[in-house]
């Protein structure tokens, strides 16, 4: 029900914007966050925007570089990411769950991911 695009290559201190695209109104009533999984570690929460769409929340890696927002009419996510460095490299995986507190806070309670989109940082 979650379809992530917008990932690639790029070198140090580009940009790229992700979005997730989801099915009918999988998103109304729901956290958005995006996670990501480099290779051989854990997947780790990056960004996260409630249900209203009023507060964002970011992985202290991330936070002044990523932005994350919503694009409620049209049913998709979307992660601005700048400055990018190459341990930003990883696969990104949108997730949307109903505890706003759960998901945003504590990175826990996704109801439905997506596949994931690589993004490589390299020269």
């Known amino acids: 029900q979650l379809v992530e695009s917008g990932g690639g290559l790029v070198q140090p201190g580009g940009s790229l914007k992700l979005a997730c695209a989801a099915s009918g109104n999988t998103f109304v009533g729901r956290a958005i966050a995006w996670f990501r999984q480099a290779p051989g570690k854990e997947r780790e929460g990056v960004a996260c925007i409630s249900s209203t769409g009023l507060t964002t929340t970011y992985a202290d890696s991330v936070t002044g570089r990523f932005t994350i927002s919503r694009d409620s009419a049209n049913n998709t996510g979307y992660l601005d990411m700048s400055s990018l460095k190459p341990e930003d490299t990883a696969i990104y995986y949108c997730?949307?769950?109903?505890?706003?507190?759960?998901?945003?806070?504590?990175?826990?309670?996704?109801?439905?991911w997506g596949q994931g989109t690589q993004v490589t940082v390299s020269a």
């Open positions: 997730a949307t769950g109903r505890l706003d507190y759960s998901l945003c806070a504590k990175w826990q309670k996704a109801e439905y």
